[in-house]
């Protein structure tokens, strides 16, 4: 029979994915056969015709995991779902195929590492909270909170009342996204608080701002802009965003490596500035990431040419400047399978900061 553990947070985007990945590839090492299910998934792909969450196809990728896909994603939420369910009722047993979806990929392996969605609470709507589904797996849980003291602590309290309701023991804890600057004495107090508790620590995680740096391609995919020029790479990390509304000169001293500019499409001036950066003209050494035109502006024939020999990126959207510059800075980054340099961190870092015996001790 497979060994199973469910991840669950307190909050969304508290880490549940960096620490499914960290922990499959932990267990690798001790188990030869790890499955992955996600059984309610909010942001999903079409994959072989099924709606898949994105997590799912991410393990499936980084890890060559052979399990059917459809069954690492049995339910996936789609806009109006939980309308339809509220006004209709179920238009399927979910429960059901949640279960079969499990026992399909728990058959064929050692481990099986289940990734709840959001708090304990998330999807009590349509009867499927975390708690719900931890309890229908009849898995323990690992609960991740993120930053501070007293925080996490009041949130996995909060949520453990929701598992005991349920019936699900709580295996034990992971505090996420610690400031390196305080990871030893938030650490060690965080243990002592939650250990005072009578709940297992298995580990603090400290905050990797690398995780939390977008690309070009992902600010283009996840607001969903319209690419004008590709430049030299898609893949270049935004470090920084900057609004190039003031004058050039003043607006110069701002740019930094790797930064986004957002300027109006009218603005030819700061455009070609910055294009004289990115060729080495201007600050030698600093290169940038890109460019979004706001409000759906063309540049002038000139400036488009000058774009074209330096390199950059284009975006452009009909959006003003304050709102796209407000959607970049609000935007959840998620790990994609071509992130390997953020693959390896999250790897390194789950195996050097959870104890792997102790979570060993307490799978189900």
């Known amino acids: 029979m497979a060994r199973k553990i469910f991840i669950a947070a307190t909050m969304q985007n508290d880490g549940k994915t960096t620490v ?8 690798k090492k001790r188990f030869e056969r790890i499955g992955f299910i996600k059984p309610i998934g909010q942001r999903y792909l079409v994959e072989q015709g099924y709606k898949v969450d994105e997590d799912s196809i991410l393990i499936e990728e980084v890890f060559g995991i052979k399990c059917n896909i459809k069954d690492m994603s049995p339910v996936a ?6 309308e339809r369910f509220i006004d209709k009722g179920a238009e399927e047993d979910y429960a059901r195929e949640i279960v079969d979806a499990y026992e399909h990929i728990a058959k064929d392996n050692d481990l099986v590492i289940i990734e709840g ?3 304990a609470g998330v999807g009590s709507v349509f009867n499927l909270s975390n708690a719900a589904v931890a309890k229908l797996l009849g898995a323990n849980v690992l609960l991740i909170s993120s930053g501070g003291v007293g925080k996490p602590i ?5 949520n453990k009342a929701l598992f005991d309701k349920e019936g699900v023991s709580l295996a034990g804890v992971v505090v996420n996204k610690v400031l390196p600057e305080k990871y030893d004495r938030i650490s060690k107090l965080v243990r002592k608080g939650l250990e005072q508790k009578d709940l297992n620590v298995f580990g603090s995680l400290p905050y990797q701002k690398i995780l939390d740096i977008p690309t070009m391609r992902e600010i283009k995919e996840e607001l969903k802009i319209h690419q004008l020029c590709a430049g030299e790479s898609l893949d270049r990390p935004v470090e920084n965003v900057l609004i ?5 000169k003043d607006a110069l001293k701002f740019v930094r490596n790797n930064s ?24 030698k050494g600093c290169r940038v990431s890109g460019i979004v035109l706001s409000g759906g502006l063309m540049p002038k024939r000139a400036s488009m040419h000058n774009v074209e020999k330096s390199g950059i990126t284009i975006l452009i959207t009909k959006e003003d400047t304050y709102r796209i510059a407000s959607r970049i800075h609000s935007m959840v980054v998620k790990l994609k399978p071509q992130d390997s340099e953020k693959i390896k961190i999250i790897v390194d870092m789950v195996e050097k900061h959870l104890d792997m015996e102790k979570i060993l001790a307490s799978l189900t």
């Open 20 to 27: 499914s990945l960290g922990l499959i590839a932990a267990m």
């Open 77 to 82: 939420i789609e806009r109006g779902f939980t």
């Open 117 to 119: 969605t959001g708090h």
């Open 154 to 158: 009041d949130e996995i309290m909060l």
């Open 244 to 248: 190039g509304a003031m004058n050039v």
């Open 260 to 283: 986004l500019m957002i300027i109006p499409g009218d603005r030819s001036d700061m455009i070609d500035a910055v294009c004289r950066i990115n060729s080495g003209r201007m600050k």
